[in-house]
Structure formats: structure tokens, C-alpha cells
């Protein structure tokens, strides 16, 4: 019989993988996680029966949120990731010499436990001495946190059960003050092609919008996720993502990528029509609410 694991990107329309072997089926406090082998994308982990990320083409959504911010910021120090207990997004970060600290904070103990006995490709830098792991819930740590970090990055899962709390106004406010006066925040943003998950891509970015200056999405492809077409968010108190990125500096670290480079980068920024009109619904709706 064969094993084929089944991810519903909305109820009409589903992508599904053949497994080669279930090398983990755990309920942990706060939700299932299944750990699968398959022949065409390698090793996948499943969030309560949501993939996550598959070995293939992690590579693609961690050098996305990842060096985007710090190909435009000159002085990251103090990075806070939000969830990304898989350590893929650290495993990006510490490719960076100058910065300082990595505070990783994940709700869920058993994914850092669990992706590092099996997901060593992603988890192999949470041991890095600036690396240090929180388990707690993401909104909670960052409003205790006041101009403390230079970069946040929100690696969370889709917007429902342990993650729906940071897709909030309350959540980028937070966020917002618990960046430096020239911070940026990055986000995974979810997929504008699907209504089911359009509904996300408008209410994150008008609440960010509402609390940031400078703020709008930039995309990529990644093909195990919903439609393939999936966005970030780039919010900043200063930097603009293209006026201030500075390709020269970036390029001089010759950090190793296989998916992100420079030109790639201001080429994620220019978004089709549809996804520029979602973008302006849901700012105008801002200014609604501030003329009020």
C-alpha cells in the first residue's frame, strides 16, 4: 500500500506527495507534528496536517525572509525571530559575522527538539553561541521588549491556533516598539492567489500599514505552498526596500545563497497588478479610519 501525505491549500484544491516512510506522529502540547521521508521533496514537516517545510525548496522561503532585511539594513546586531523552530531562518542569520544575538523564541518545545534529530539540514545552527532558544508565545515575549532588536523576523505558521495571535494590530504594535528607531520587520505573508488565504494577506498588511511608515511585500516561488506564489512583508520605521538597499556591501560578504541574490531582490518587489490592488484596498482603508 502506498503512503501519500495531502495538503489541503483550500477545500477545492489539494497537493498531495508520496511518502516513502512516517518517521514522526506526535501531539505535542500545542499541536500535532508529523515528520515524513519522501522521494521527491525529501524530508516534510507537518504542522496539525499543514505543511510546513519540505527539504526541496526550504532553501527559498529561509533566504527570502532572511537576507532581504539585511541586504538593506548596514547595521544588524540584534535579531529576534518569532516561531521558525525549525532553525531554518538561524541557520541564515549566522551567516552574518556582525550579528551580535539571535534570540529565537518558539511556542513549541518538541519542533526545535524534534527538527533537531530530524531535520538537520534547517536546524544545524540553533547551537551557534549567539543563538539563544525561548519557548514561549511570541506575542508575550516582544511586550516586554522596548528598542531592543534591529531586525524581527515573524517565521510563523498559517494564521490559525498557535500562530493566529501574530497576525494582529496588537502583534506589529508590539513589534513596532520593540524595534530600534531604524528597525525592520519581516513577515511571512501568506499567498495573495487563493481567497481563502487573500483574506490574510489584507489584514496583515493593512495592520501593518496602520503602525509602520514604510511598508509593502515583495514575493517568491516556492512550490510546495498554496498556489506557489507566496508573499513577505518588509515593514520599517526608515529604510525603503529598494532606496536603501545597498547591493555593493551585500555582495562584498559573498555569503552563500542558492536562491537569493541582489538583482533577484529588487525584482521580488515589482508585484502584479492584482496583488498591487490588494495592497491599496487595504491602505485606503487605513486612511478611512485615520480621517475618523
Known amino acids: 500500500m502506498e503512503l501519500w501525505y495531502t495538503d489541503e491549500h483550500t477545500s477545492d484544491v489539494r497537493f498531495s506527495i508520496k511518502a516513502s516512510e512516517q518517521l514522526v506522529s506526535k501531539k505535542s502540547a500545542v499541536q500535532r507534528i508529523d515528520i515524513l521521508d519522501t522521494p521527491a521533496y525529501g524530508r ?23 537576507h532581504v532585511p539585511m541586504a538593506v539594513h548596514p547595521r544588524v546586531k540584534n535579531v529576534l525571530v518569532i516561531g521558525g523552530g525549525d532553525g531554518g531562518t538561524v541557520r541564515e542569520l549566522t551567516k552574518y559575522k556582525t550579528i551580535e544575538t539571535i534570540d529565537l523564541v518558539e511556542v513549541d518545545k518538541d ?42 523576523i515573524v517565521d510563523s505558521s ?23 528607531e531604524d528597525g525592520i520587520l519581516i513577515n511571512q ?72 541574490n541582489t538583482a533577484l531582490h529588487r525584482g521580488a518587489f515589482a508585484l502584479p497588478n492584482y496583488v498591487l490592488d490588494i495592497l491599496k484596498e487595504e491602505e485606503s482603508s487605513n486612511v478611512i479610519h485615520w480621517s475618523r
Not at 50 to 57: F, N, P, R, V
Not at 126 to 144: N, P
Not at 217 to 239: D, E, M, N, R, T
Request: net charge positive.
Open 158 to 180: 498559517d494564521p490559525y491556533g498557535p500562530a493566529e495571535g501574530l497576525f494582529t494590530r496588537e502583534f506589529y504594535g508590539t513589534c513596532f516598539k520593540a524595534l530600534r
Open 44 to 66: 516534510v514537516l507537518v504542522l496539525d496536517g499543514g505543511l510546513m517545510i519540505t527539504e526541496k525548496d526550504e532553501f527559498i522561503y529561509h533566504e527570502m525572509i532572511t
Open 111 to 152: 519542533v526545535v527538539l524534534l527538527s533537531k534529530k530530524y531535520l538537520p539540514f534547517t536546524s544545524c545552527k540553533l547551537k551557534d553561541k549567539r543563538v539563544s532558544v525561548w519557548f514561549e508565545e511570541g506575542l508575550r515575549y516582544v511586550r516586554g521588549k522596548k528598542s531592543e532588536y534591529d531586525l524581527i
Open 189 to 260: 505573508h501568506e499567498s495573495p492567489f487563493y481567497a481563502a488565504h487573500q483574506r490574510s494577506v489584507r489584514d496583515a498588511h493593512r495592520h501593518i500599514a496602520f503602525e509602520f511608515p514604510v511598508s509593502t511585500v515583495y514575493q517568491c516561488h516556492i512550490p510546495s505552498y498554496p498556489s506557489g506564489h507566496w508573499l513577505f512583508g518588509f515593514a520599517s520605521k526608515k529604510y525603503h526596500p529598494i532606496g536603501n538597499l545597498d547591493e555593493a556591501r551585500w555582495n562584498k560578504l559573498r555569503i552563500s545563497t542558492r536562491y537569493y
